[in-house]
């Protein structure tokens, strides 16, 4: 008769077998380590460690110093760990040597718990909101995150109320495919081109159609970008449209007509892109990326290295520009002052990682 398999128990971690973990060979240089929480209170007694043991092998360390009674089984707390208030990120031994620590005393490593939620990933479908009778072309939520604005085939824009997930209202005007829209920074207008060559601006608020349509494209919109807030005079007045006629048109809806005409493009333009330097940015099937002076429509400068067409660009400080004065829950910062706050937003994305550019083609993505 075959024997049966010896059944394996589970094995509960120790402080011991954690030390095995962040234990090193017995010729390696090592330390005299006292773990401790944000409260100074010691982890378990000092402890002899290898110099160079990572912040990995101090998590498994941590865990089991500090787990509590109440903790699940498979339950475990990421830490951060730091010495004199400096984060171990990559050996203790490097950030020792930066600190010019003394070699025969005790070193006190601080054990900081990170957030323990976690994020799930998205593997159905949270809500489903009829209302189009064709084919969604472009969406685009609002500036504070409270609206959704979609453009179809069905020649109608429609606002939505994202909290509530139902439909807000149906704008009807444009005689062909809404073919892109996009909202102003600061939530006052939403703008919306269509294959009847027109733009048509839309109240925020009311939903209702502001003037008469903006017409002089000669052929179907592409896209739409709006003036970023900090360089307006107080509020949103300015918005790019380009279209398949090879041109870019700027326009003013305080004069309710094209004030500049940009049309160094031999092909379908793409893509626009207003930047916060007042730069705006087209990308056109002529395989070029074309850079504008949005004061007065003079070209600064013309970037080539695409093969073939180029369909998109992205700007680093889209998202900045894009919500303008509000913060992750919808309020205005700065006191209430929507065009300090989007320069404040807008300054602190340059200052971290400047403006950069990346444009998409049909053969690869090059970073300008």
């Known amino acids: 008769?075959?024997?049966?398999?010896?059944?394996?128990?589970?094995?509960?971690?120790?402080?011991?077998?954690?030390e095995t973990?962040?234990?090193?060979?017995?010729?390696?240089?090592?330390?005299l380590a006292q773990l401790k929480t944000e409260q100074g209170e010691a982890a378990g007694p000092p402890l002899e460690l290898p110099i160079d043991v990572t912040p990995q092998q101090?998590?498994?360390?941590?865990?089991?110093?500090?787990?509590?009674?109440?903790?699940?089984?498979?339950?475990?707390?990421?830490?951060?760990?730091f010495v004199n208030e400096e984060e171990i990120v990559e050996t203790l031994?490097?950030?020792?040597?930066?600190?010019?620590?003394?070699?025969?005393?005790?070193?006190?490593?601080?054990?900081?718990?990170?957030a323990i939620f976690k994020v799930r990933g998205i593997s159905q479908c949270s809500a489903t909101i009829p209302g189009h009778a064709d084919n969604i072309v472009d969406a685009y939520f609002s500036p504070n995150g409270q609206q959704l604005a979609t453009g179809s085939g069905d020649k109608t824009v429609r606002f939505w109320d994202v909290n509530t997930q139902t439909p807000k209202s149906t704008c009807k005007g444009h005689r062909h495919w809404v073919q892109c829209i996009a909202w102003?920074?600061?939530?006052?207008?939403?703008?919306?081109?269509?294959?009847?060559?027109?733009?048509?601006?839309?109240?925020g608020?009311?939903?209702?159609?502001?003037?008469?349509?903006?017409?002089?494209?000669?052929?179907?919109i592409t896209w739409i970008a709006w003036q970023p807030l900090h360089l307006t005079k107080g509020k949103s007045q300015l918005v790019a449209s380009s279209s398949k006629d090879a041109q870019t048109k700027i326009w003013d809806l305080s004069k309710g007509r094209c004030v500049i005409t940009l049309s160094q493009h031999t092909k379908c333009v793409t893509c626009v892109k207003w930047g916060g330097s007042d730069l705006i940015y087209t990308a056109s099937q002529d395989t070029t990326i074309k850079v504008w002076r949005a004061s007065d429509g003079v070209l600064c400068r013309t970037l080539q290295g695409h093969a073939h067409w180029v369909n998109s660009l992205s700007l680093s400080t889209d998202f900045a520009m894009?919500?303008?004065?509000?913060?992750?829950?919808g309020r205005i910062g700065s006191d209430g002052d929507a065009i300090a706050a989007a320069k404040d937003k807008y300054d602190a994305v340059v200052k971290a990682v400047g403006e950069k550019l990346v444009s998409g083609s049909e053969v690869r993505p090059i970073l300008q």
Not at 184 to 202: C, F, Q, T
Not at 322 to 329: F, K, L, Q, V
């Open 1 to 18: 008769m075959a024997e049966l398999p010896e059944k394996r128990h589970k094995v509960e971690p120790t402080v011991e077998m954690a």
């Open 184 to 203: 102003s920074p600061d939530g006052l207008y939403v703008a919306s081109g269509g294959r009847d060559n027109e733009l048509r601006i839309w109240d």
């Open 205 to 220: 608020k009311t939903h209702e159609m502001l003037g008469k349509p903006l017409v002089g494209h000669r052929a179907y």
């Open 93 to 114: 031994q490097a950030l020792l040597e930066r600190q010019a620590h003394h070699a025969e005393s005790i070193v006190s490593i601080v054990c900081q718990p990170q």
């Open 58 to 81: 101090l998590q498994l360390l941590a865990n089991s110093l500090l787990r509590h009674e109440d903790d699940d089984d498979n339950s475990k707390t990421p830490y951060a760990f």
């Open 21 to 31: 973990a962040a234990a090193a060979p017995s010729d390696q240089r090592r330390v």
């Open 322 to 329: 894009r919500t303008g004065p509000y913060d992750e829950r």
